[in-house]
């Protein structure tokens, strides 16, 4: 099956559905170009492109408020302590020389460490952090990741995912749009949302 707009994008089955999730991988092409794979289940769909322009000393900024303020949703926080019907975050860090890090909102005890390793950024190389609501921050709002083969490397793998309760908004898609290696090849608002 293939999808066609008049702006020169198409998407078409990578392929079907596979495994207990019903999970099917949708390829995204820009005039006859890969743009983007799109992976959807039962629960939401997952958005991978190839990506530039996210700056790792603001991952935090990328992932929290922008993509919710994007999404129309409440700003999560990572610290413990919110209200509660605030959405929790768990976050993973990774640098070049395989230091790992996390954070789970609702234990304060890994927040100084996670901290710790948002101020060398410079040495990140892999960051995901995913946004859920209480109770027992089981239901998943959205995952945003981010990675680069070195600190210095310019190019990334960007992914969104949002579960089936949350739009894609045409903000969140032109931020989409704005982060992706051919940004300038989708001129002046060329794209339908």
């Given at each position: 099956?293939?999808m066609?707009?008049s ?22 092409r820009?005039?006859?170009e ?31 408020p922008e993509i ?9 926080r ?7 019907d605030?959405?929790?975050v ?6 070049q020389?395989?230091?790992t ?24 190389t ?49 931020w989409?749009?704005?982060?992706h ?6 001129q002046g608002g060329?794209?339908v949302?």
């Amino acid at each position: 099956m293939t999808m066609e707009s008049s702006s020169g994008f198409s998407a078409s089955v990578a392929s079907g559905p596979t495994g207990d999730d019903g999970e099917t991988a949708w390829e995204v092409r820009q005039d006859g170009e890969r743009f983007a794979g799109l992976f959807v289940d039962t629960v939401g769909a997952t958005l991978a492109w190839p990506g530039i322009g996210i700056d790792f000393s603001r991952i935090e900024q990328y992932a929290l408020p922008e993509i919710s303020q994007l999404m129309s949703i409440r700003q999560p926080r990572v610290e413990a302590g919110g209200e509660a019907d605030e959405a929790g975050v768990a976050a993973w860090l990774v640098t070049q020389d395989g230091g790992t890090g996390s954070l789970f909102s609702n234990q304060g005890a890994t927040l100084a460490g996670y901290r710790s390793m948002l101020n060398e950024s410079d040495q990140l190389t892999f960051a995901r952090f995913d946004v859920a609501r209480p109770p027992a921050f089981q239901v998943l709002e959205y995952a945003f990741t981010a990675q680069r083969q070195s600190p210095d490397s310019i190019q990334q793998a960007l992914a969104l995912r949002l579960t089936e309760a949350y739009r894609w908004t045409p903000q969140l898609l032109a931020w989409i749009l704005d982060h992706h290696v051919r940004a300038d090849s989708v001129q002046g608002g060329a794209y339908v949302v």
